[in-house]
Nanobody
Framework: QLQASGGGLVQAGGSLRVSCAASGSIFSTVTMGWYRQAPGKQRELVASITSYGRTNYADSVKGRCTISRDNAKNTFTLQMNSLKPEDTAVYYC?????????WGRGTQVTVSS
């Protein structure tokens, strides 16, 4: 099970950190990802991190976001800086590639202009 948290309302240019708590040791051994879905748009991958820490980012967030993981604690975080209104979305954590069984409710991030 994956539980995302930490979303909220922030002004453009601000920062926010979303976290994912994973239940189950399998998550410490696979590539994990942060995804987001904005209203009226398809869910998209924001960033991913392999079990040994190699990261990859969508062009839209590159340079503004940092994904990290703590395998011992089974937690994954996405630090988002210089937020833009277009970052407004529900953010989800899942494996990469995503598996439908792990989609949770996500956490809402709203960036005001």
């Amino acid at each position: 099970q994956l539980q995302a948290s930490g979303g909220g309302l922030v002004q453009a240019g601000g920062s926010l950190r979303v976290s994912c708590a994973a239940s189950g040791s399998i998550f410490s051994t696979v590539t994990m990802g942060w995804y987001r879905q904005a209203p009226g748009k398809q869910r998209e991958l924001v960033a991913s991190i392999t079990s040994y820490g190699r990261t990859n980012y969508a062009d839209s967030v590159k340079g503004r976001c940092t994904i990290s993981r703590d395998n011992a604690k089974n937690t994954f975080t996405l630090q988002m800086n210089s937020l833009k209104p277009e970052d407004t979305a529900v953010y989800y954590c899942n494996t990469f590639p995503a598996e439908s069984k792990w989609w949770g409710r996500g956490t809402q991030v709203t960036v005001s202009s």
